[in-house]
Structures are given as structure tokens and as C-alpha cells.
């Protein structure tokens, strides 16, 4: 019997048979081939890494199943499908679990034939990713900061290079996401923290502050120093997602220098045009993502791999099931 990911409590979980029943007419079922864990979200709430009253708090009760990056094979389509076949491999947003029948037909893509699984199940942390992009105006010319150098990060590093960035840099004190960040286009990167080299921010943008600044991390203090680091009526973009908000302050240069703060939430855009484009853009090779599955975990050892992603965080990037 097929099993799901849950997890039963904090730093607790589980795999939980699925119940098998008859496929309705508008539903396909599709096994899965594998799915990437998103660190940030996903060790947030199996640590339980949030303030009581916020957003967090609401959504993460228990038993609660993790995962929204997901790749599958059709093995069986309703009449009242049209255009899903079995064999087709898919791009889907559901939950970790070796099986899944769905009749949110709407939520799922296929994958185009010369996309390569591994890279295909980066679709959902770039589509967060493209919703950072797309509300920070990003232009061509744009001077553009990334904050954090994570699977989001490094996302956001790269849809401002397609986007027509002139400048783009990252700031991120650990080696490996500094070398993915290169390899992904960033025109320099920073290997400090960001409080560090606030002062020293005009040498990377030929003596200006960037236009816009992307904060990836979810760290609450780091959005002082993202506004520290914008330009007179500059762009603050915050994608990453604390579980403490009520730790993030303005500073004076919000008022004075007139900065624009955007929140960039996964449900502000729609999925699948964003995914279309990701799949566009991984066939024409203007976006990578070939080097960025670090480990690879049977999704029958789970427990290892958020042992892996809270032990060894400076050693990971793309932590993927195996089905």
C-alpha cells in the first residue's frame, strides 16, 4: 500500500498508508518519482520555528503533511480528463507521498520531454521565487541584492539575471551557496553576513546601492539590514517568510528615504503560468538548476532527511525524495 509523509507533532513524523479507492471520472492517479523538500518552510514547522498568533501558527496544526514540490508519472486518467495520459510525468503541488489521486486537475503541469526530472522538481520553490521578481519590478538595468543564498535565494538570483538585472549580487556567509550563486550567474557574491557589509554595499554596485533588495533568509533581524542597504526609493522585497514578525523593524530610512517595502507571498501569483515559463527557460538554458540536488533520500528513510537538513543546513541545497 502506497504511503504519505506526515508529520504527527513537533520533530515528530511519520509515513501513513493511503487508503486505496476507484478513480471518478475527473480524477487522475499518478505515482510519484520523487519530490524536493522546501528546508525553509519544512523545518519551520517540523521545529515548530514560529510565534503563537502568526500566519504559521494557524496553518501548521497536526497531523500535518509537508511537501508542495512534487513530480509523478500518470498511471491512470478519468474519462473526463482531458489531455493527461498515463505515462505523462507531472509537476504538481502536493504533499511528499509515494502516490496521489487528485482531481485538481487545475494544479497539475507536464513536464515537458527534454526537462530532466531533477531540475523539473525545483518548480515550486521557483514559482516563490518568481513572485519575488515579479513584485519587486525587477527591470532591465536593475541593480539587484539578494539576502541569503538558500534554495529561494538562489532562485531569486536567477530570475533577476532573465529578467534583465545589470547588476546582481548575493550575500551569504556559507561556501556552498556561495558557489551555486556563481555558478548561477550572480555577478559577485558576498561571503559575509549581511549586517557586516552594509557600509561596504556602494563597492559592489559601481558607488551605488541597489534598487532592489531581495530578503530570502526568514531571518527576522535581517530586515533592518535590508533596508540599511536599498537606494533612496528603492525596493525591499520580503520573500523569505519569518516565523517571527513581530521581530522585524522599520528604521528611519523607510520615511526619509522613502523606501518601498513588498511583501511576496507564494499565493499572490498563480502557479502554472509561472512553471510554464521555469520550463521555458530550463529548455533554453537561460535558468539551471543541474547542480543543485545535494542529497538524494528514500522516501522510506524520511526521518534522515530533516535529520540531514537540521544538522548539516551549511551542506545542503536541493534535499530530494526518491519514490
Known sequence: MPQKLIFTGKQQLALAPIAPKPLAPDEIR???????????????V???????????DEWAKYPFTPGYSWIGEIVESGANVP?????????????????????RIDRIIPIPDNVPTDEA????????AYTGAVSGEIRLGSRVLVIGGGPIGQMALRWARVCGARRTVLVDPLPLRQEMATRGGAHA??????????DDMPAHFDGELPDIVIDTTGVAAVFESALECCRPRGTVVVLGDTGSPASQHLSPRVIVHGIRIVGAHDGLFETRPAVE????????????TSD????????????????????????????????
Not at 46 to 56: A, C, E, I, S
Not at 121 to 128: E, S, V, Y
Not at 189 to 198: N, S
Open 83 to 103: 489531455g493527461l495520459k498515463p505515462g505523462q510525468r507531472i509537476a504538481a503541488r502536493l504533499p511528499h507521498a509515494e502516490e496521489h489521486t487528485t482531481n
Open 292 to 323: 543543485m540536488i545535494t542529497h538524494r533520500v528514500d522516501f522510506q528513510d524520511a526521518q534522515s532527511a530533516y535529520d540531514l537538513a537540521n544538522r548539516e543546513r551549511e551542506n545542503t541545497m536541493g534535499i530530494l525524495f526518491q519514490y
Open 189 to 198: 557574491v558576498i561571503g559575509q553576513r549581511i549586517d557586516a557589509v552594509i
Open 277 to 288: 515559463l521555469f520550463f521555458d527557460y530550463l529548455q533554453d538554458q537561460r535558468f539551471n
Open 46 to 56: 517540523y521545529n515548530r520555528l514560529f510565534d503563537p498568533g502568526t500566519h504559521w
Open 30 to 44: 499518478a505515482r510519484g518519482i520523487c519530490s524536493l523538500m522546501s528546508t525553509g518552510t519544512e523545518n519551520t
Open 121 to 128: 522538481a525545483w518548480f515550486a520553490l521557483a514559482k516563490i
